[in-house]
């Protein structure tokens, strides 16, 4: 099949250890569908993958061939279960074939080594780091996030004459006893070497933080901004993990209905979320929600809003409509243009002129008010609709009412001092 695309040439340099040299394969940089590749040179050994990929016709059927491990990216036990085997697997008298995996976790443009995921290195085995090299003259091969589709790549790839690819074998790292006992030690210990040969630097960035980028891109907002700083401390608070059925999130989004807008300090904030208030990440993600440094209370109903418009699929109409019932059914006009902004990115003169539209009451409108304005100027709701998709990036500040601009240093320096 690889043949027929055309890679023609397919060096190796290296030696690949045996399973009982190093259970574990550890690949990357990942920037390719093509990188499957990798599972032929070295044999067809198990692979972990995204679940997704069984469904691909014919290559889906070759992929089962290998005994995978299949894992869900946006689910947490599945996440748990797929460490759990490779443990298992690694780890058993049987005569499994090696396990390759791409720590990184999605692809990138090779440009650098993003944070390796710790799930190749919880069994604490000998890993053998190998790395993918495609040096052609033009790049017909990165899949990224945001780039050419899998079809076009696939049709400029076989309008070349040859595509080369190169496969490195490194020498197994050993994991130190410390290594053995810190997984995420032992994974930073294998990005650092591999990204040394080659000649790469390292970024702290992973799936998740992608992930994020890209909803953050939808809603508008800049792909650099601090929202991945506030997902991080969401991860490690645990918030993240947690269905979001199940999570603090809806549950607060449920009882702060129809309750009188109140500031909350860091503990009832810590009491809402179910955190501990002497946790460092919490202190963090509270500061970066404070609407001015001098403050010591953050608006919950604020927080709730911005973190539900990222997390749930929601249309953003059906967003205004819970934002309304979370106040009451009604706001006054400064907090109809901050959820304007906030859910359509419109700016607070463009939100006025609706407000004014729909009610006639100087004080407040109501949710009944913003309905009858969408059912007699439907397309006005449309034109709003389409609103963020036109017009330029927001800042954090207009996303999630940040009054202090927070860089990931500084989270790390307010949790190294509550630690």
């Given at each position: 099949?690889?043949?027929?695309?055309?890679?023609?040439?397919?060096?190796?340099?290296?030696?690949?250890?045996?399973?009982?040299?190093?259970?574990?394969?550890?690949?990357?940089?990942?920037?390719?569908?093509?990188?499957?590749?990798?599972?032929?040179?070295?044999?067809?050994?198990?692979?972990?993958?995204k679940e997704e990929n069984s469904f691909i016709p014919l290559v889906g059927r070759v992929i089962n061939f290998t005994q995978p491990v299949y894992v869900r990216r946006d689910d947490p036990e599945s996440r748990h279960n797929t460490i759990q085997e490779i443990i298992r697997r690694v780890k058993s008298d049987q005569d499994w074939p090696q396990i390759l995996i791409f720590p990184e976790g999605t692809c990138t443009n090779r440009s650098c080594l993003i944070t390796f995921k710790p799930g190749a290195f919880y069994p604490a085995v000998p890993v053998q780091p190998v790395l993918l090299r495609y040096p052609n003259k033009l790049?017909?091969?990165?899949?990224?996030?945001?780039?050419?589709?899998?079809?076009?790549?696939?049709?400029?790839?076989?309008?070349?004459?040859?595509?080369?690819?190169?496969?490195?074998?490194?020498p197994v790292y050993v994991p130190s006893e410390y290594e053995k006992q810190n997984p995420k030690a032992f994974a930073e210990g294998v990005r650092n070497v591999m990204a040394k040969a080659l000649a790469v630097p390292t970024a702290d960035y992973t799936y998740d933080d992608c992930r994020v980028a890209v909803k953050a891109g939808q809603l508008g907002l800049p792909m650099t901004s601090n929202l991945i700083t506030v997902?991080?401390?969401?991860?490690?608070?645990?918030?993240?993990?947690?269905?979001?059925?199940?999570s603090a999130l809806v549950k607060n989004m449920l009882s702060f209905?129809?309750?009188?807008?109140?500031?909350?300090?860091?503990?009832?904030?810590?009491?809402?979320?179910?955190?501990?208030?002497?946790?460092?990440?919490?202190?963090?993600?509270?500061?970066?929600?404070?609407?001015?440094?001098?403050?010591?209370?953050?608006?919950?109903?604020?927080?709730?809003?911005?973190?539900?418009?990222?997390?749930?699929?929601?249309?953003?109409?059906?967003?205004?409509?819970?934002?309304?019932?979370?106040?009451?059914?009604?706001?006054?006009?400064?907090?109809?243009?901050?959820?304007?902004?906030?859910?359509?990115?419109?700016?607070?003169?463009?939100?006025?002129?609706?407000?004014?539209?729909?009610?006639?009451?100087?004080?407040?409108?109501?949710?009944?008010?913003y309905l009858q304005y969408g059912k007699k100027y439907p397309e006005k709701l449309e034109l709003l609709q389409n609103h963020s998709k036109s017009t330029a990036p927001r800042t954090v500040t207009d996303f999630s009412s940040c009054g202090q601009s927070m860089s990931a240093a500084a989270v790390v320096d307010d949790n190294k001092k509550c630690q």
């Open positions: 099949m690889f043949g027929a695309v055309g890679f023609h040439r397919v060096r190796i340099v290296g030696e690949q250890a045996t399973r009982q040299q190093a259970p574990v394969l550890a690949v990357a940089p990942h920037s390719s569908f093509y990188d499957g590749l990798a599972a032929v040179v070295t044999g067809g050994p198990t692979i972990v993958a790049d017909t091969v990165t899949w990224t996030w945001d780039g050419p589709g899998a079809l076009k790549l696939l049709w400029l790839t076989m309008t070349q004459a040859t595509t080369t690819v190169e496969v490195e074998f490194l997902e991080r401390l969401r991860s490690r608070l645990g918030l993240t993990r947690i269905k979001i059925e199940d209905q129809n309750r009188a807008s109140q500031p909350v300090d860091l503990a009832e904030f810590a009491s809402n979320l179910n955190v501990t208030v002497e946790d460092g990440s919490l202190v963090s993600l509270f500061k970066m929600h404070l609407e001015d440094e001098n403050l010591s209370t953050i608006d919950f109903k604020k927080y709730l809003l911005a973190e539900y418009l990222l997390q749930k699929a929601t249309p953003k109409d059906d967003l205004i409509v819970m934002a309304f019932k979370l106040y009451g059914e009604y706001f006054d006009r400064e907090m109809f243009e901050y959820v304007l902004n906030l859910v359509y990115n419109l700016p607070k003169s463009e939100a006025f002129v609706i407000y004014s539209e729909a009610t006639g009451n100087p004080n407040e409108i109501k949710l009944v008010d």
